[in-house]
Every structure is written in C-alpha cells, then in structure tokens.
C-alpha cells in the first residue's frame, strides 16, 4: 500500500492552537487566572493627607508596635492606584519609612492609615 503524500498534505487541516491547550500546567493556567484577577481589581483613591497627619499615624505605629496600611502616590498607565503597603514601621532615616520589607519614602505618601490586621480564625467566628 502506498500512501501519496501530496493528497495526504492537501486534505490534512492543522488544529493550530487547540493541539497545544492540552499541555499547559495547571499551576500555569491558575497564576494566568490569578494575574488577570489582581490585574483587574482597583484600589481606591484616598484622601491627599497632610505631611503632619501622615507624622503622628506613623509615630503612634511606631510607638505602639502597631502595622500601617500606605497608599503610595504612584499609578499604573491607566492611572489605578496599587495596593497598599502593610506592614510595622522597621526603621525610618531622612529618607522615608521601612514598611515591612519595602522602602516608602516621605514624597511617595499620599495616605496612611492604621491597619487591623484580622486572624483567619476571628473572621470564621463571625
């Protein structure tokens, strides 16, 4: 039996992309989700605080081991604020503040509030 390969190349369709679907990961398929998730989630514009208001928040954070949730004066391209920095007050020098793990300078701060942070265990018992 011999096969001609001109009809076989003429008659075969290609399923493109659908061929390849089968071999994405699932860890890969849940972070696309979880990207396009975060993505499409906005954080509301707060209120432009004063250099003094910002000042005393963070002074009693600081004095009282307490965490502070900071909305940065920074925008994506589409001009959505990101997500707050949450964290204890580390260190602060003639720069700006150390917010858990990131670095918040004076001129970056629109907003600062004290933060109460939930354990998952209260939430269920409400």
């Keep these: 039996m011999t096969i001609d390969l001109n009809t076989y190349f003429d008659s075969y369709q290609d399923r493109g992309i659908k061929k390849w679907t089968g071999f994405f ?17 906005t954080y509301p514009q707060k209120r432009q605080m004063t250099e003094n208001e910002i000042g005393q ?3 009693f954070a600081f004095n009282n081991n307490r965490q502070v949730a900071v909305q940065l004066e920074m925008t994506d391209i589409d001009g959505k604020y990101f997500k707050d920095t949450i964290g204890f ?12 793990d990131t670095k918040v300078h004076y001129d970056e701060i629109r907003n600062v509030e004290l933060y109460d942070f939930k354990k998952w265990s209260d939430v269920h018992k409400e």
Excluded: M
């Excluded at 007050?89 to 858990?100: H, N």
């Design 25 to 41: 990961l699932s860890e890969h398929t849940a972070q696309i989700a979880k990207e396009k998730e975060q993505s499409s989630k």
């Design 57 to 59: 928040i963070f002074e």
């Design 89 to 100: 007050i580390k260190e602060f020098d003639e720069l700006g503040y150390l917010v858990g």
